[in-house]
């Protein structure tokens, strides 16, 4: 069991570039979570994701960010038309069930906007 | 490889108690090792350790971390039904990398 995969580690995108990362979950689980970390901040809920579905997206700005999570394949946290603002590590978890504790961490993708 | 390794992995414990909970680490380029406590949407930031023998303490909790064998506790006292959560350890490299552990999950009973 390879744990939650998340790639790309380190991605460096321009203004106004789209930036995609994914995250595989550990196998079985299908419950998906993404996060943000900003410098010198705490871990900061984005977006809670079941097979195919959006369950709580209270935490993703409402403009260029999307998340999904297909029936095939891994999740994948979308930012469209990056700022610098955007730079931060984004962390995903995954579970079994339903429930906001007691999962998995991936590493994390750090996203770079230059 | 680098890793990070909590245990135990569950607990249960009655009201009162006190806890010890263990975090381990095998990471190159150590800068400092962090807890967390998740219980919602997002884990609370509890404690971050950078040096070895200094405990930091807020409230009935506290964390000490020992660079040299390359683990950390928190000590909960005291224990509420308000402490039951998942306790999450993480280590952060000069790379600004972070790795979490699997986490302890803590249940308080009445």
């Known amino acids: 069991n390879a744990g939650v995969m998340q790639n790309p580690r380190h991605l460096v995108r321009r203004r106004g570039q789209e930036a995609r990362l994914r995250c595989s979950p550990m196998k079985g689980h299908s419950h998906v979570y993404w996060y943000r970390q900003l410098p010198e901040e705490g871990l900061k809920f984005m977006v809670y994701?079941?097979?195919?579905?959006?369950?709580?997206e209270s935490g993703m700005p409402k403009e260029r960010f999307s998340a999904e999570f297909p029936k095939e394949g891994p999740s994948i946290l979308r930012i469209q038309q990056v700022v610098r603002g955007d730079s931060a590590a984004y962390f995903c978890?995954?579970?079994?069930?339903?429930?906001?504790?007691?999962?998995?961490f991936g590493s994390g993708t750090r996203l770079t906007v230059v | 490889e680098d890793k990070v390794v909590q245990s135990p992995l569950s607990l249960v414990v009655h009201e009162g108690d006190t806890v010890t909970l263990n975090c381990s680490y095998e990471?190159?380029?150590?800068?400092?090792l962090l807890w967390y406590k998740q219980e919602k949407k997002a884990p609370t930031f509890l404690f971050m350790l950078?040096?070895?023998?200094i405990e930091k303490k807020s409230g009935r909790l506290s964390s000490i971390l020992d660079k040299k064998e390359l683990f950390s506790i928190l000590n909960i006292t005291a224990t509420q039904t308000g402490d039951s959560a998942v306790y999450l350890c993480?280590?952060?490299?000069?790379?600004?990398?972070?790795?979490f552990g699997a986490g302890t999950r803590l249940t308080v009973k009445p």
């Open positions: 990471v190159t380029n150590f800068r400092s």
């Open positions: 993480a280590v952060e490299d000069n790379n600004n990398d972070m790795r």
């Open positions: 978890a995954s579970s079994p069930t339903a429930g906001h504790y007691g999962y998995t």
């Open positions: 950078t040096s070895s023998g």
């Open positions: 994701l079941q097979k195919e579905n959006i369950i709580d």
